[in-house]
């Protein structure tokens, strides 16, 4: 790292702070500029609280040079979800409404997806909602629903966790979805480290693509490689998306980390009628794969219907997401 | 609420819109204005999902009228923490370290805390920290020892919980504090619901008013009205400060709830030589308590020593708060 | 316009609301939800300042039905520049460095460009620039040597204008810019209305969809419907790339306005190797056209050397553009 | 400057890098750390553009060491408006409507600010409204008024600039605004920086503290050194108040510059009902001025009519703020 010193630090507390560093085992390089006084300390850094620093009244800046992060290089480049391979040539598309709401209900859109060729079926069982007045989730009979649907259809299941004490539910669960929400959830992340399910880690609506890798970073270092990325929108000013997809994270991710990294367009658009655009987009600009919501009925959906694709649409847009695949040699 | 139809709209869909409302219970008044036709939909919305009607093609735009949240209106304007009030004229001070490292640590600044008048002490026990690689708090361990503090100076404990499966340790803190990154751990909020311990909320650094009360509101619907909300800095773009307080946010919470509401100035600013100013502007406008970082040594910190006051910077901070607390009609 | 009337309202001053509302000539309509008064108020709000209202004690919310703009949305849906069409189904781009350093190094551009096929050369003459210390451009000078270019290679010229004393000397330009900065310069804004030439309006870094629209408003109600929009990245709290290019802004231009819309990977990425991926996930999403900066050295660019491609990456990335183009039933 | 290597750089072009470097004079520190090379530049940065260096292939980081300021740091720490000084003891506070509507609606505020003790009259001639069908300001015509009331009543006139053809019409104003929106105009700010009249140069609303510094040096560099600065809240994703009032940003140009700093609460919350708390809070946090719109009738205002206070509720403030300025050492 470098520190930046204060113009009119006082001397003490610059020797303070050498031999502070000293005492941690790092070596210092002192280097005096036209502006400022500049402290090179060579070391490894991953598991120091740099901020700290700053409690020494001399330092203006601290400046990382040493990535944060480390197994996140060195992962897992293609995840494997039951036959189904994350990070190569192929984008697997995850399909499917928001909430499970009754047998019927995804049973109809299972067998459509299965019959286009989808093979992932996404579904929610314990709905992460704003309001405790709107619908939370079928819970443990959701996980039923799904199961019985895997059965019958072969389909593979993705589905998001929102406490570590549904773990011991998820055992028929090929996908476990980490949501936005609680993507800074540690001491979640720390139990799904523990399992040999490849987790499906999505980006807090407001974070850093690099507090979005340290939170793979988690699950990775307490033992599951098995990490999938999922860009779904930041929140910004603008309103006309409920958030704005952050193409950009996307490459961020692929040049930063080994990581596969798919994107949502759904939820990043808030809106059915943004979701072509985006997921089109995506694909082009590299994404791995979409996880894209899809309802027979979303005026009807107990949960994020405004974003729901209905069959139809999705039909369509499958074979334009296959034609500009093609386009980027790849296929779907 | 109010729907907005689209100008191009299909008058069977809109007749099929019509139709889903008064099978849902509700009362229609349509209107014809210049330029659009909207539909005033009469009856309680709060735990209906609203944006599932955008799943109609001929909706445009659904607008809320009735709030989202209720208990929050009509809760506890007074919160006890022991014999300590929040929500009345006198403006209580939390204050300790970020993080509890040893018992020594925590005993001199409690000292030193006693000795001015403060009666709240802060210190974490379980860090929500962005890097696996930082230190994660003592746990357990410092429970025991904020329980020995307590004992031995008769300081109110205030610390934070991070997971479920901590709240049976959490039997002699005062004040269970919810951290940002948990303000929407949805199963967390209902769990806390169902205790008689005050809970101290704090604001999602990218969490809107509206969501921060919609979280209080679980905690209340859940049987516990003792909620004092922490305004603590929302994400920017600006990096100066590490977040940007929002002052407006705290007069919201005012204006819209009757809960006490709190500030926290050592996180929204990032880096002590901030906390002066945030600190003394919010009480002015109107802040019914603060809560703010002291640690006697802040550069060997092991968390968030960046933000910390020194003991003697606090003491100078404190002496000009209680004047401008005099100054708005307060006091401390 | 709907207005939401406070619950412990004054009748009194929802009386005067009332007559003040009558007095400008609208009809109201007078309706009483479960929690709320909220009247209806019909008639062209287009010019008045609902915002106003707020100044009624009584009033909670003031809810806009009618669109703020009105031309935007039948104007020009082609716009020609010199023999090119832009919102057809070809896609222009348009290439060349950021700021005119000297003639050799923007004809050695264009000629590649030329050849490659390429129709429109941007270069910037008056830089926009934060610090006062950076290359504010060639000014006038710039603006010969792209005249020169344009005759001697017959490639139409882009070039961003930063002040109305300028008009006078852009007569050679065929395409002139708004920069991001300038797109609230309301007073250049109405000058530029009374040209015919068309003009490129980038969208404002922190300006929302709707501001956007607005200020292409002021150009066609001045006279002027050559309105080409150009989404250039909003600033967001991510710092990996230098602003978040918003796609869904795009597609939103699409669904409110008929004007062509045009994407800026370049100022939105802010680093060359983001580009690739953000210039081929616009035209998948269906941008109308794109504004790539490219440069010979980049190292030795005066201005935004970081974000140019070099030459033979821009050569291959046009490659891979064509065929994303033709994948959505385009071309290039 | 430190130049952050990437850590598969090709060596030739490192050394293409430096040699580089080395041609534009610089001395350099080449150091080995434990992930990365790390290039020390020694020399003066002021005017160079660093991230011009991202063109080489090599570099993964670009460093400023240097600020890219200068004389804001040592410009004049008092700026006098008249007979009164901004940066002092003494807290000015500018108050008036925000747009000059007519001789005897400012001629009424000026006379009841008079009696208060208010010195400074603000008044908006020419507006930057967001619509084109918005009341744009009486012009020269609002000049003229403001002259008569200054004549009248020796109150001093602040007025806001929008373009630099307007400068001469400006003679009768003392003190010369540039809006959030013309902050990085900087034709207009070079024009204003040969005037030796005081500025006072609002911060955009998406302008980091950095930026607005900077637009404060090209007003300097250019021969005016009385720039007052004026934060007026800054965009974010909340939207209960218009924008989020930054008080970080105004401690932090009084750490970075020596400008005097005001705050502008009623820009800020966009609202009447919440501009007391950010006045009160702004004082408390060391602003050295206000800038507050006043309105006898704002129901009736042309121009953001919500955010204005009714001239009885000012008073009240005033009041308040005189306690509270006593509190923090300072008077009004």
């Known amino acids: 790292m470098i520190i930046k010193i204060k113009k009119d630090a006082d001397a003490t507390n610059v020797d303070r702070l050498k031999k502070h560093l000293e005492s941690k085992g790092f070596d210092l390089e002192v280097s005096q500029g036209v502006s400022h006084q500049v402290i090179g300390v060579i070391g490894n850094t991953l598991s120091y609280d740099i901020n700290s620093l700053y409690g020494f009244d001399c330092v203006e800046e601290v400046i990382r040079i040493q990535e944060p992060f480390k197994e996140v290089t060195s992962s897992e480049k293609l995840v494997k979800v039951g036959d189904v391979v994350f990070g190569g040539n192929t984008i697997p598309i995850i399909a499917g409404p928001c909430a499970i709401e009754s047998k019927e209900q995804v049973m109809e859109i299972a067998k459509t997806l299965k019959k286009m060729g989808v093979k992932l079926l996404r579904g929610g069982a314990y709905k992460a909602r704003t309001s405790p007045y709107s619908f939370q989730g079928l819970g443990k009979e959701a996980l039923s629903i799904l199961k019985e649907v895997k059965d019958e259809t072969g389909l593979l299941i993705v589905c998001e966790i929102t406490s570590t004490s549904q773990i011991k539910d998820f055992e028929n669960v090929d996908l476990i979805q980490v949501g936005a929400r609680n993507m800074q959830n540690f001491e979640l992340l720390k139990e799904l480290g523990k399992l040999d399910k490849p987790i499906l880690l999505k980006r807090g609506f407001a974070n850093t693509v690099e507090e979005w890798i340290m939170s793979a970073e988690y699950i990775i270092t307490a033992g599951n490689p098995n990490v999938i990325m999922c860009e779904r929108g930041i929140r910004t000013f603008e309103t006309y998306s409920r958030n704005t997809l952050d ?35 995506s694909v082009a600009a590299g994404a791995d794969g979409l996880l894209i919501e899809v309802h027979s009925t979303p005026e009807k959906a107990l949960s994020d219907g405004a974003q729901s694709l209905k069959i139809e649409r999705f039909k369509s847009l499958y074979k334009s997401l296959k034609a500009v695949a093609v386009s980027v040699g790849r296929k779907i």
Not at 247 to 266: C, E, H, R
Request: aromatic share 2%; proline share 6%; no cysteine.
């Open 247 to 281: 193409i950009a994270g996307i490459i961020a991710i692929q040049k930063l980390t080994s990581l596969p990294v798919i994107a949502d367009p759904s939820h990043a658009a808030g809106r059915w009628d943004l979701v072509n655009g985006l997921a089109l987009g």
